[in-house]
């Protein structure tokens, strides 16, 4: 359902959904009932999504579709209809006669607000043509919400791959510093683009920062990290991202914890838009030991 699906993620833009139910007589141009029952197939009822291929992510694409309050498929986009707003109705700009009957119930709204016709009806049953028509106020195109809501849901966005010097498989020294930080191939941009009826917008998911726990009570945030190298002084520090234990993992390991924050943005049918930031979390155990000395006399 689009109302609730705005909600849930797509937030830059939209104004609230101020709908006015009319008691007016049936639109006479409603015809041709679209049936995603009968037709699931059918361009009306199908949102593609295509998925970039990616070493760590995956790749490749794949559907979805609308449905009503019941859970029955139902069009995303009627021809000459409009888009499914959620409550029964597909809206499309409202213009000429519409517009000035909306205008006239409800008055002139500022942009990016517009008013939007809804024809209301059942396309399942083929209960057209619609028994009323609806006036609604929206911020943005309901087809670019829905597709964007469809594009950032289908994100991939990996786990990190925690990379360690000394490696995670080894033990960790105490007092000998630790390099901490992500693999190349995670550190990238990932996107998804959701498609229907000639309209895309794509999401894109860019990694900002890592946040690590070292499971000894210490916490610290970085980028992607520097990887160590054969060419560097072992006994160094990172550059930017590590981490120096001070004592044994008495219990036997500790756990490093490492958490991606992602930066959420789509664009598509002329438009733009953030979504929350979204996270990725991964952890490796850790033995952490004191190294011993053996002093010998000649």
């Given amino acids: 359902m689009l109302t609730s699906m705005r909600w849930s993620g797509i937030t830059a833009g939209v104004a609230s959904l101020l709908a006015v139910a009319l008691a007016v007589p049936a639109r006479a141009d409603i015809t041709d009932p679209v049936n995603c029952i009968t037709n699931p197939t059918i361009p009306a009822c199908v949102i593609t999504v295509e998925q970039p291929n990616d070493s760590v992510g995956g790749g490749g694409g794949g559907s979805s579709g609308c449905r009503d309050r019941q859970g029955q498929t139902i069009p995303c986009n009627i021809p000459g209809k409009g888009w499914y707003g959620g409550d029964g109705c597909w809206y499309q700009r409202a213009e000429g006669v519409d517009l000035g009957a909306a205008e006239a119930l409800g008055g002139k709204v500022a942009p990016p607000d517009a008013w939007y016709v809804g024809s209301c009806g059942d396309p399942i049953t083929n209960f057209w043509p619609a028994s009323f028509v609806r006036y609604a106020v929206f911020g943005a195109d309901l087809g670019v ?8 849901r289908h994100l991939r966005l990996p786990a990190p ?23 190349e191939a995670v550190w990238s941009p990932r996107s998804a683009t959701a498609s229907l009826s000639g309209l895309s917008v794509t999401a894109v998911g860019t990694p900002l920062t890592v946040a690590w726990s070292t499971g000894d009570g210490r916490s610290l945030q970085c980028g992607k990290g520097t990887p160590w190298t054969a060419s560097r ?3 160094s520090a990172s550059p930017d991202c590590g981490h120096t234990y001070t004592t044994p993992s008495r219990a036997g390991t500790y756990t490093v914890t490492a958490t991606i924050t992602w930066r959420v943005t789509w664009s598509g049918g002329g438009v733009a838009g953030t979504e929350p930031d979204v996270t990725s979390t991964a952890s490796v155990p850790v033995q952490v030991v004191e190294a011993s000395a053996v002093n010998t006399t000649s």
């Avoid at 791959?161 to 693999?183: C, H």
Wanted: charged share 20%; hydrophobic share 50%; no cysteine.
């Fill in 145 to 152: 919400e829905l597709l964007a809501q469809e594009a950032v």
């Fill in 161 to 183: 791959q925690i990379r360690l010097s000394p490696d995670a498989g080894a033990p960790q020294v105490v007092y000998v510093p630790t390099w901490m930080w992500v693999d």
């Fill in 233 to 235: 002084d072992p006994a």
